[in-house]
């Protein structure tokens, strides 16, 4: 375990809540059990989630790291807490699309369950006072928040997560259909993925379900949806994660 000790609260958001602490290469990020959907206009306590997404997230990190890909992570402390590097977040939302689902099937015609090949890559202005709108190349650059080469890494660093994300999830019988990443710079100015990869972000389909019936969601979206069962569904993501990883590191 690592001698460090809690500082104040650096941010509380929909899902977690960030410290920091006596390490300035240090900060802690705690799971909330709040469950938000619709821009937090539905809100529940979900007992349980918060642990269960960060052993998700601690694992899937890992397994980002050993396939080259750099994280904000370090390491699982309590269940329900990890300790992360410092990062500044790039206020973009990355989505990488396998499989067309949720808004893109609103926003455009296109058939829910139509698979997308190559891979579709969408970038949303991270803020909800503005709805988290979906960025143009134009809006993107006028923002000024990433240079033409920082986005280039962006993109290409969601694919590379996309490749392994997905590669992984077959093995244990899970459809990655789509999730949303953050990444963010470190204070050396590297730019990894940050933020969290679990149900919540995630859409993770059941391959042993057959069809599309509505038991194959082991996701948010049985939130979203009222499908009920949502700790079943992230407990059966944490099951397999679990079996087919190794434990996370403790302590730095
Ligand atoms: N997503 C997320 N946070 C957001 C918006 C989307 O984690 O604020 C995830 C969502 O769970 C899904 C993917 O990003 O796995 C694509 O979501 P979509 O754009 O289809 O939006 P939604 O249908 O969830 O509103």
């Known amino acids: 375990m690592t001698a460090y000790t809690l500082g104040s609260l650096l941010y509380e958001g929909k899902a977690k809540r960030v410290y920091q602490t006596d390490q300035t290469d240090l900060v802690a990020v705690e799971y909330k059990d709040d469950a938000t959907a619709f821009n937090a206009l539905k809100k529940a306590q979900l007992a349980g989630k918060g642990l269960m997404n960060c052993q998700i997230s601690a694992r899937l990190f890992e397994l980002l790291e ?48 139509t698979p997308l090949d190559p891979p579709l890559l969408d970038l949303y202005y991270k803020d909800d006072a503005y709805g988290d709108p979906l960025l143009t190349d134009a809006r993107l650059e006028r923002l000024g928040v990433l240079s033409a080469s920082q986005r280039q890494e962006l993109e290409h660093l969601a694919m590379a997560v996309n490749t392994s994300l997905r590669r992984f999830f077959a093995e244990i019988a899970l459809e990655l259909v789509d999730f949303k990443i953050e990444l963010g710079f470190t204070t050396d100015g590297q730019l990894v993925v940050a933020d969290e990869i679990s149900p919540d972000t995630c859409r993770l389909w059941d391959r042993n379900v057959s069809g599309d019936a509505q038991e194959r969601i082991l996701d948010k979206d049985r939130f979203r949806q009222d499908l009920g069962g949502v700790v079943e569904a992230y407990g059966e993501v944490l099951k397999r994660v679990q079996a087919a990883c190794p434990p996370p590191r403790l302590g730095k």
Request: hydrophobic share 45%.
């Open 66 to 113: 050993r396939e080259g890909i750099v994280t904000h992570y370090l390491s699982l402390q309590e269940p329900n807490w990890m300790l992360v590097k410092p990062v500044q977040i790039v206020p973009v939302e990355v989505v990488v699309r396998n499989i067309a689902f949720g808004s893109l099937c609103k926003q455009m015609p296109i058939e829910p369950g």
